[in-house]
């Protein structure tokens, strides 16, 4: 049986039948955009801006041996760590405190540890023949997630035969991404171009102008908008540079990337000419990713610059509405909507008031949407993998979320041994005396709500 991470040292392998390459990818956007308000209080710059677009490259490689791997923690490394310190004092309601800081230092020593197994500026494997291409899909993650954090997921995909974007958004719901500023220099601001570090935004952080919604409710909307901005960035960015080979290449904002590893990364840029479908894309997403996926399915494209996104499929787990404007955009105003797959964790499902409007959303966007037994709403990322006692348990539900995920996106989620012979109860939920979901208590136990088109 394999060690757990904290002794082995390494994340899980990938469970396809490919190994995978990593690629760290970063370039100015195509559309700038800024909200003027809110602004930090201790800058007096606007908050919400899209800065350098960011993602990290998983895909199928052919390359053979053990993994080089990459840090789990992505850089800034220290700089996250205190992102974590930030977002774990705000959930607490408690500012900054020394029991914090331990927890977040606590953090950094275990997973500083920690590599994900995949092989850095490894050639892409050739697709099976001449006139096959690899799909696309971006992966947006949620609050408190890195472009790494969910790299089981990226992963898995990836060595199924998918090229994944795994989003770095740079709104505020990360732990601390570099960013680089095009203001000259003077009072709380930095030279034209040099990287700084944004950590974790919190409410008290923000200053607002006078008559404006001061709620968290509000802010999370606007970053909506920013991830949304930011996926359709990602997108036209990444196809601009398989197809005009080289072009418009940075190095990782923050790093220190050596010339060598420059001219890899345009080399490997080149080889992807015609092997990648971008007209095939899949957008996925957890939490406040899921619900940004969702809503970039309900509103128009966000400039003129960015035109509208060619998604194939959908899959959003434990997608967070609340961010979503009321009301919304009715799925039914849209006749091309994409098949869509909702995976909830048990938490979710029961969050009634939350589950009534995810289901009426799904339903009207003939989508398909199911509750895997025993999944908690971190458990769609690599986080439950870091605690030895529920390593095993861990992996089995990330392998039973991949298996769903995988199927749907090769449209053979009906066909599954989880859903046959199942009918889906149409959003009316069986809950026990307790009030707890049925089922919900039985590990890997697959749940169906609602079976739509594929």
């Keep these: 049986m394999p060690l757990p991470p904290l002794l082995s040292s390494n994340l899980p392998l990938p469970t396809g039948s490919h190994s ?36 990290s490259v998983f895909y199928p490689t052919d390359t053979k041996g053990k993994a080089k791997g990459v840090s789990w923690v992505p850089e800034p490394f220290w700089g996250v760590i205190k992102g974590y310190e930030l977002f774990l004092s705000g959930k607490t309601g408690q500012a900054s405190t020394r029991s914090m800081r331990f927890l977040a230092n606590t953090i950094g020593y275990i997973a500083g540890r920690l590599r994900i197994p995949v092989h850095p500026y490894a050639p892409l494997l050739s697709p099976p023949s001449p006139s096959q ?44 991404v570099c960013i680089t500023s095009d203001r000259g220099e003077g009072e709380g601001k930095v030279k034209e171009n040099q990287s700084t570090v944004q950590h974790y935004i919190r409410q008290s952080d923000l200053k607002w102008a006078p008559g404006e919604d001061k709620s968290l409710t509000q802010f999370r909307t606007l970053q909506l908008d920013i991830r949304s901005r930011e996926i359709y960035e ?61 809503h970039i399915l309900q509103t128009p494209s966000p400039s003129p610059d960015l035109p509208t996104l060619p998604v194939k499929r959908v899959i959003a787990l434990d997608p967070w509405l609340e961010p979503i404007p009321l009301p919304s955009s009715s799925t039914q105003t849209h006749p091309a909507m994409p098949p869509i797959l909702v995976i909830n964790s048990v938490g979710f499902t029961e969050w009634s008031t939350h589950f009534k409007r995810l289901a009426g959303m799904i339903k009207d966007a ?4 199911l509750t895997v037994g025993m999944v908690g709403h971190q458990s769609f990322s690599d986080f439950p993998l870091l605690d030895p006692r529920s390593h095993n348990s861990a992996k089995n539900l990330l392998n039973k979320i991949h298996d769903l995920s995988n199927a749907f996106l090769s449209s053979k989620l009906a066909d599954s041994a989880d859903l046959i012979d199942k009918t889906p109860d149409g959003g009316l939920i069986s809950k026990n005396a307790d009030g707890k979901l049925l089922g919900g208590d039985k590990e890997g136990e697959v749940i169906v709500h609602l079976v739509g088109k594929e």
Excluded: M
Excluded at 145 to 173: I, M, W
Excluded at 261 to 280: M, Q
Excluded at 366 to 369: K, M
């Design 366 to 369: 003939q989508g398909s949407l």
């Design 133 to 176: 291409r690899y799909p696309l899909v971006i992966f947006s993650h949620g609050l408190a997630g890195t472009r790494h954090t969910y790299s089981q997921f990226c992963a898995g995909l990836a060595s199924e035969g998918y090229v994944v974007l795994a989003v770095e958004h740079k709104d505020g719901s990360g732990p601390a």
């Design 20 to 55: 995978v390459g990593y690629l760290p990818l970063s370039h100015k956007p195509i559309s700038p955009f800024e909200h003027s308000h809110p602004t930090l209080n201790d800058t007096g710059l606007p908050v919400l801006k899209v800065h350098d677009i960011g993602y």
């Design 234 to 294: 990602a997108y036209h960015n990444f196809k601009s540079l398989i197809s005009k080979a080289n072009e418009g290449v940075l190095t990782e904002v923050g790093s220190k990337e050596k010339e060598k590893d420059l001219s890899k990364k345009k080399d490997w840029i080149a080889s992807l000419n015609g092997k990648v479908d971008c007209d095939d894309l899949r957008l996925t997403g957890h939490s406040f990713g899921g619900g940004t996926v969702l």
